[in-house]
């Protein structure tokens, strides 16, 4: 299994550009979701999804819109890139929502210049 | 609005030298409050889940405890590969989606 599979691992970006970064998971997993971390920052959630056809917002959500096609795909599409945006970006998924462990991509290091 | 604190931010051992990191929280209806490890350049990886004051749960040299107010991951005999920064998070609410709000880390190196 390889679990939760996140790319690309780094990416550049100028301001106004935009781009997806891309989240597959072979769990079965109903349930998705996007986080990013900065430095000092506990992780922040950005988007989720309880399953295919179905998001909804976090915590940060501006700036991003995802969409949920397949059980399996969770992009998460940036759109007229900002500074601000600049983060380690992570995609996890877990079996059901209430007090069920995360499992975590090995993340997308997002730079915005 | 939940809360949760980790200290020390960053914590030095020897290898051996037992130590723990603390995790303490405000969120109204705690469902469960979580570990997690986290390597250089990798995302976090889950260590234990404990539910309620006065669960404890062990995996080799570390033991995670809980109380009303915090969570005590302690380490026994810790060996250089135990240096990883170590993530708490909570998750409180009820129906719907419950929110899950995570700490900053310990950033735990052991030297040889």
């Known amino acids: 299994n390889a679990g939760v599979t996140q790319t690309p691992k780094f990416r550049i970006l100028k301001i106004g550009q935009s781009m997806t970064l891309q989240c597959a998971q072979d769990?079965?997993?109903?349930?998705m979701y996007w986080y990013r971390q900065d430095p000092g920052m506990g992780l922040k959630l950005i988007y989720y999804s309880v399953g295919a056809g179905i998001t909804d917002k976090g915590e940060v959500p501006n700036g991003y819109n995802v969409s949920r096609s397949t059980t399996e795909d969770f992009p998460l599409r940036l759109e007229l890139a900002a500074p601000s945006q600049t983060s380690v970006y992570f995609c996890a998924s877990s079996y059901a929502q209430s007090n069920e462990k995360l499992f975590f991509g090995s993340g997308t290091q997002l730079s915005v210049l | 609005e939940d809360q949760v604190t980790q200290s020390p931010e960053a914590l030095r051992l020897q290898e051996g030298e037992s130590s723990s990191l603390n995790c303490s929280y405000t969120v109204s209806g705690l469902r469960g409050l979580f570990w997690y490890r986290q390597d250089p350049g990798k995302g976090p990886e889950f260590l234990f889940t404990?539910?309620?004051a006065g669960e404890e749960k062990e995996k080799e040299r570390l033991k995670a405890t809980l109380t009303k107010k915090e969570s005590f991951l302690h380490i026994t005999a810790p060996k250089p590969e135990d240096s990883a920064t170590y993530l708490c998070?909570?998750?409180?609410?009820?129906?719907?989606?419950?929110?899950?709000?995570f700490g900053t880390g310990t950033k735990l190196q052991v030297i040889p």
């Open positions: 404990l539910y309620s």
């Open positions: 769990m079965n997993h109903n349930y």
């Open positions: 998070a909570v998750q409180a609410g009820s129906g719907g989606y419950q929110k899950v709000t």
